[in-house]
């Protein structure tokens, strides 16, 4: 499944490191993870349900939203699970 295929409503853009990702995604219903995957960037994880931190990324800045807000994995300061989040703005994120 690529981005091209999806209906869009925003456009975004991903920097990792020093690269940019332009992306449009349908926000409601695509993760950060899912978002990262079907471009092909690699990014560790395990459960995709918030429980096993596998997924943490640092968030440099941007805004984001969680699904759910009982996250039960720990995380460090400034860090977030890619699994459980969407997109509400441009991000700068370090995998």
Same mark, same amino acid.
């Given at each position: 499944m @690529? *981005?091209k295929?999806?209906k869009?409503? +925003?456009?975004y $853009?991903?920097?990792i490191?020093? &690269? &940019?990702?332009?992306?449009?995604i349908? %926000?409601? +219903? !695509? /993760? !950060?993870? +899912?978002i990262? *995957?079907?471009?092909?960037?690699?990014?560790f994880? %395990? #459960? %995709?349900e918030g429980?096993?931190?596998? #997924?943490?990324?640092k968030?440099?800045h941007? +805004?984001i939203e969680?699904? @759910?807000k009982?996250? *039960? /994995?720990? $995380? %460090?300061?400034? @860090? $977030?699970?890619a699994c459980c #989040?969407n997109i509400?703005s441009n991000? @700068?994120?370090?995998?």
């Open positions: @690529h *981005l295929n999806l869009y409503k +925003k456009k $853009i991903i920097q490191i020093n &690269k &940019k990702y332009y992306i449009t349908e %926000q409601k +219903k !695509l /993760s !950060l993870l +899912k990262l *995957l079907i471009n092909n960037i690699n990014i994880y %395990q #459960c %995709q429980y096993c931190g596998s #997924c943490s990324v968030l440099i941007g +805004k969680y699904f @759910h009982n996250i *039960l /994995s720990y $995380i %460090q300061p400034k @860090h $977030i699970l #989040c509400k991000i @700068h994120i370090i995998i």
